[in-house]
């Protein structure tokens, strides 16, 4: 069966390393939060300003000077700092921050990146996501497998403008987990009871299909 | 000291017209200058370019000028949450120049620290890069951006003094330390300001050279823009 968006957050957080400095996009990556490992040491990075998020607060708690990215009321951890956007950017920019995880509307086969605007329809900006896909080393990104009406957001080439070029490492979807190189998705495990046939059926880009595929672990 | 306290908004506001240049602090609602904004608003200054990261919700924040129709052109990260914004820049009445988020707060920091450009690897092979001079380094492309230009700087900190120190709280600092000094003049609205000496030089977040002007502000909203709690 098909991940839903929790068990996408889920296998994600499996990819994070103890001791790392992680930015999570808006959406599902906000969720990876709720399922790293808790013997770990992690540190989120939020671009507006704050390393070391915490939590949601409690109700009663929300302070409107403490928020994430995504303008959502947050807490901090002990050990967090406060900073501006330039220094937050440095952190970015500067290889600092060890994992980006962000959600997209098509991803390319060659690792390019569409997830800022669809021209004439939606045009929101792009935030901090052309900063982060150009700098980081390691970018994982979280969707669905097919957009809103079943098409392929795997591609050979995006269609819509691009936030970033040759940039993804993985891809996480509610099918399957990829890597992308030598301009090839190359799957490397299945959402349980999803078929290969499944996953290549709904993927427009280069497959590589290598022996047995695993089923996702979730524990 | 130099003094740099003004009476109040409207003393603080003043030389501010029509078809100038705005930079703005804050990252969605938090850390906005509410109270200038309110006074920008009260007077009618009209075809303003305004440089802040977002752009208010429909009632609060930026989109209050621009209900008031006040804004000729934005320039921001992420415009969402506003939608007679997007009227406005669909139907081509607001003209809106998206840059990378990074980006805005560095051509904001180059003002302030005096460099005219710099290079950056956010948005090469997009088309934020197009028209743009490119460069490779150590085999990696670059883009390069230019400091921005600007007549006032409007920024809102936590506290502040006469000499025009400025500290800031939690995420509300976002955007505001890199506009002071950025702009011909910068104005800082303070929801506390303190007798001078009391800050602790170690604690300044701003250093008073940076800022022309500072008041205390009056009756923050502070509004939360997606309040969201632990259950």
Sequence with gaps: ??????????????????????????????????????????????ENGVLGMGPFPFEGEEDADIINAGKQTITTLPGASFFD????????????????????????????????????????????AMDLVASAENIIVAMMHTNKLGEPKLLKQCSLPLTGVGCVKKV??????????????????????????????VTAGTLIVNGEIPEMILS | MINKKVKNVEE????????????????????????????????????VTCISNNAGVDDFGLGLLLQNKQIKKMISSYVGENDEFERQMLSGELEVELTPQGTLAEKCRAAQAGFPAFYTPAGYGTEVAEGKETREFDGK???????FKADFAFVKA??????????????????????CGAAKITIAEVEELVPVGTLDPNDVHIPGIFVQRIFQAENYEKRIEQRTVRK
């Excluded at chain 1, 098509?106 to 390019?112: H, I, M, Q, R, S």
């Design chain 1, 85 to 128: 956007s330039s220094l937050s950017f440095a952190m970015i920019r500067g290889k600092h921050v060890d994992l980006t995880i962000l959600g997209a509307m098509e991803v390319a086969e060659n690792g390019d990146i569409a997830n800022w605007k669809i021209p004439g329809k939606m045009v929101k900006g792009m935030g901090g």
């Design chain 1, 1 to 46: 069966m098909a991940l839903n968006k929790n068990g996408i957050a889920q296998r994600i957080a499996q990819e994070v390393q103890d001791g790392s400095y992680v930015n999570l996009g808006i959406g599902i990556p906000t969720m990876v939060a709720n399922y790293v490992r808790t013997d770990i040491e992690v540190e989120f990075q939020s």
């Design chain 1, 172 to 201: 996480v979807t509610n099918l399957a987990v990829l890597e992308v190189k030598n301009n090839q998705f190359h799957l490397l495990e299945r959402a349980p009871g999803v078929s290969v046939e499944e996953i290549q059926k």
């Design chain 2, 141 to 147: 492309m670059y883009v390069l951006e230019t400091a």
């Design chain 2, 158 to 179: 936590w506290k502040g003094d006469a000499a025009g120190n400025l500290v800031f709280k939690g995420t509300a600092r976002n955007f505001n330390p890199n506009m």
């Design chain 2, 12 to 47: 603080a506001l003043q030389g501010v017209q029509s078809n100038m240049t705005f930079m703005l602090g804050g990252f969605g609602l938090c850390g906005i200058p509410e109270n200038t904004i309110t006074e920008l608003v009260k007077r009618d200054v009209r075809d």
